[in-house]
């Protein structure tokens, strides 16, 4: 398994962007699929994006469809989401995840998940 850290939470005002960094462990991310997910207070964590492990198909919730790009470096072993209009509603911790199957991503069916980076989006 890879090692996962995010970065570049933030706060931001609404219609801004964001650009989260997903930084892994391990010289095989290059076959994992990679995805992210966010949690809002009180909310179950809810999927947001996934990527196959060679890039070329992209999964989204309808919710962030068209406002959230994500990317897979795997050269540099880093995931990356970029998000633009950003809403008050996109407030939550996110999470990103990564396995090598890509089922296993788009379902979020993790035993564990690391501390997350907080997005804060002000109206």
């Known amino acids: 398994q890879v090692q996962l850290v995010e970065s570049g939470g933030g706060l931001v005002q609404a219609g801004g962007s964001l650009r989260l960094s997903c930084a892994a462990s391990?010289?095989?991310?290059?076959?994992?699929?990679m995805g992210w997910f966010r949690q809002a207070p009180g909310k179950e964590r809810e999927f947001v994006a996934a990527?196959?492990?060679?890039?070329?198909?992209?999964y989204y919730s309808d919710s962030v469809k068209g406002r959230f790009t994500i990317t897979k470096d795997n050269a540099k072993n880093t995931g990356y989401l970029q998000m633009n209009s950003l809403k008050p509603e996109d407030t939550a911790v996110y999470y990103c995840?990564?396995?090598?199957?890509?089922?296993?991503?788009?379902?979020?069916?993790?035993?564990?998940w690391g501390q997350g980076t907080q997005v804060t989006v002000s109206s």
């Open positions: 990527i196959r492990w060679s890039g070329d198909m992209t």
């Open positions: 995840a990564a396995d090598r199957s890509l089922r296993t991503v788009l379902t979020g069916a993790f035993g564990s």
């Open positions: 391990g010289r095989t991310f290059s076959s994992y699929a």
